[in-house]
């Protein structure tokens, strides 16, 4: 199960942090990715994280402003969203996948297994 939180109304320019905390002994070794939904649209993959903490990958749109992160150990992964702008605006989803490593990152909505409950970020201009 996945708890998400972190959520808000920000100005353009502005930072969000968003995490998530995983139940379930077995967090640590399974990717984790963040997903968002902006209204009217489908969910698209934000970024993701190996299950070591060690590799990310993002999607272009946000390479530069975002950062996922993991803490292993509390069972928590964050996404650190700054430079926010309008078009950031969604509901933000985070999520599990349990799926054997690949070199390339899983980044298909049907390749990850657990959801956390959307955590909307509105972003003002």
């Known amino acids: 199960q996945l708890q998400a939180s972190g959520g808000g109304l920000v100005q353009a320019g502005g930072s969000l942090r968003h995490s998530c905390v995983a139940s379930g002994r077995t967090f640590s070794v399974y990717d984790m990715g963040w997903f968002r939904q902006a209204p009217g649209k489908e969910r698209e993959f934000v970024a993701a994280i190996r299950w070591g903490g060690g590799s990310t990958y993002y999607t272009d749109s946000v390479k530069g402003r975002f950062a996922i992160s993991r803490d292993n150990a509390k069972n928590t992964v964050y996404l650190q969203m700054n430079s926010l702008k309008p078009e950031d605006t969604a509901a933000y989803y985070c999520?599990?996948?349990?799926?054997?490593?690949?070199?390339?990152?899983?980044?298909?909505?049907?390749?990850?297994?657990?959801w956390g409950q959307g955590t909307l970020v509105t972003v003002s201009s």
């Open positions: 999520a599990i996948s349990r799926r054997p490593y690949n070199r390339n990152f899983y980044t298909a909505l049907t390749e990850y297994d657990y």
